[in-house]
């Protein structure tokens, strides 16, 4: 189990207990390997993550940036004293909920998905953690998901509270229409199951383990969204010498995430990136010299990030494992700059990008007509897991969120296959 007391019976705790069939492995290294193994892990392979996932051969997909995120958040861990086998499962769990086309199609699931309680893709990983992922049945021969720790499943929460305790979305869309999906971590039919992981939890806090994956993410996709987006020619990191392209840069930045920010601020934040010695001093030309640059600078951005945060957690906090709810990772407000910069490049240059417009636009159909014709054609549509789903569904409400769940399920090429099938 390791030394840290944090990790005791309770948090070890899975929902249907399961004698260890390998007794020389921790409840949490068996939790990673559920996860390696499941399904729902693979299909990330072929869903969006920023560039389609068939439009090049170097970006990234959704599978290949969780498992740098799993990479990122295993080694913070391990600096900060939490056991990485909980934190690196967490990772790789993140994104499991997003459904085809990355937020934009959790946008559609959303907004069709009213009449039973909305869509979000966190309340989704968990629902696929805890129901939907074929591993471990109850007593009475329902699936309980993967069965993983109860440590395991609060450090895969990003939002511990239901739809109903939610905050008011803000920011845009690609398309620049005003953000409408609430963030929030688990369907009111999960709620026992949330209940259950969520005991002797501090209110709506997150675990340490759980800000640990939530900063990886953000460090993962800041860097290499960017780097994805230099290497398919959509950001040309020249153009942010010219002050009217930061101050639009910056709008962009507020808009999606830091909307107090101010452009003296961002100013600093990009100076203090833009004069790292690994800032590229030349433009991409697609050469080994250039993507070497910019590997360079991906890892050095990782490094500095992840240091600075260690520093300040342990100024705080000092020497000692922690894990849990004993300590609360710190962010220095300058590393929170400069990430969210980074990620406003990103955003600004690729996710608005008018050429995009048409192709979200389609996306959004796909989804929406799928729900409505496979709501339209009942059980005899779905997968068998999800038909058996429909068919024990007491009302309207639950055929349509099993309806969701089966939507949610495909990848992006696969939605549509499925789309042009049911026309």
Known sequence: MGSNQQYDE????????????RPERTPFERDRARLVHSAALRRLAAKTQVVGPQ????????????LEVAQVARDLAKTLGCDPDIVETAALAHDLGHPPFGHNGERA??????ACGGFEGNAQTLRILTRLEAKTLDGAGRSVGLNLTRATLDASTKYPW????????HGSHADGTARTVRKFGVYDDDLEVFTWLRRGADGQRRCLEAQVMDLSDDVAYSVHDLEDGVVAGRIDLARMADAGERTAVWATVRDWYLPGASDDALEE???????????????YDGSRQSLAALKNLTSD???RFCTEVRLATRERYGAGPLARYAADLVVPEPTERAIAVLKGIAAHYVMRADERLPLLERQLTVVSDLVQRLLARGPAGLQPAYRLDFEAAADDAARLRVVVDQVASLTDASALAWHRRLE
């Open 162 to 169: 239901p739809r109903a305790r939610s905050e008011d979305p």
């Open 10 to 21: 309770h948090a070890r705790a899975r929902w249907v207990d399961e004698p260890p069939k």
């Open 301 to 303: 951005l990782i490094g």
């Open 269 to 283: 934040a990009w100076k203090t990136l833009s004069t790292a010695p690994a800032w590229p001093t030349r433009g």
């Open 109 to 114: 699931l959303d907004d069709v998905a009213g």
């Open 55 to 66: 439009s090049d051969d170097f970006v990234r997909n959704r599978l290949t940036h969780t």
